[in-house]
């Protein structure tokens, strides 16, 4: 059965605080992985795409990786306004079928 | 959010009744998928449409779950009749060419009693 699972659910962090998030998925012919941030009260947001093991793509203080079993989602130095839910998902074909995470949610504090 | 207007925002029924979500897309789309959200199960994609057309519904629960495209610029998922069950939170999102890349409303709450 296909399978995307995160760890951990939840994470603290004080604000500067470096970690990373963890994505681990059980997909055959997987097509694509994606980020998503989601907000309190408001739908998930696209962050990132990664299609191929061994790529990386950075955007402010978010890095996203990816090998042929998981994807980890670096935080650098984060800073309250990062505090959300990081939701993963993946695509076995490229019909638009993601299958989600149950997500993190970080609270980073000043 | 800007992208997509899902109203309305709450909806407090009892069970039985039926429900009706809506969607307004404001920017042009290609896609148009409904997710439902619930802390046990998650983000789970419901049902999407292609240019209006319905592509995949193997993600709607039951047969009391339904969904339109009468056009481009909206969409509506009935529930008929509601149940307890049914409780959580119902996003429309909307994609383009590269469909993965999905933009989300702000969601409907449902609160079935």
């Known amino acids: 059965e296909d399978q995307v699972t995160q760890s951990p659910e939840a994470l603290r962090l004080q604000e500067g605080e470096s970690s990373s998030l963890n994505c681990s998925y059980t997909?055959?012919?997987?097509?694509?992985l994606f980020w998503y941030r989601q907000d309190p009260g408001k739908g998930p947001e696209f962050l990132f795409t990664?299609?191929?093991a061994g790529e990386e793509k950075e955007k402010e203080r978010l890095k996203a990786t990816l090998t042929k079993k998981e994807s980890f989602l670096h935080i650098t130095a984060p800073k309250p306004e990062d505090s959300a839910t990081y939701l993963c998902?993946?695509?076995?074909?490229?019909?638009?079928?993601?299958?989600f995470g149950q997500g993190t949610t970080l609270q980073v504090k000043p | 959010d800007a992208g997509v207007i899902q109203s309305p925002r709450h909806e407090v029924t009892e069970m039985g009744q039926e429900v009706t979500l809506r969607c307004k897309p404001i920017?042009?789309?290609?896609?148009l998928f409904w997710y439902r959200q619930t802390m046990m199960r998650g983000l789970e994609l419901l049902i999407y449409?292609?240019?209006?057309?319905?592509?995949?519904d193997s993600g709607m629960p039951e047969d009391r779950f339904s969904a339109k495209m009468p056009n481009a610029s909206f969409s509506t998922l009935k529930i008929q009749p509601s149940e307890p069950r049914d409780s959580a939170v119902y996003f429309c999102?909307?994609?383009?060419?590269?469909?993965?890349?999905?933009?989300f409303g702000a969601g409907t709450r449902l609160s079935v009693l």
């Open positions: 998902a993946v695509t076995k074909s490229n019909t638009g079928k993601l299958i």
């Open positions: 997909v055959s012919g997987l097509r694509g």
């Open positions: 990664l299609y191929s």
């Open positions: 920017s042009g789309h290609d896609y």
């Open positions: 449409f292609n240019n209006n057309v319905p592509i995949d």
């Open positions: 999102a909307i994609a383009d060419t590269d469909k993965n890349i999905q933009y």
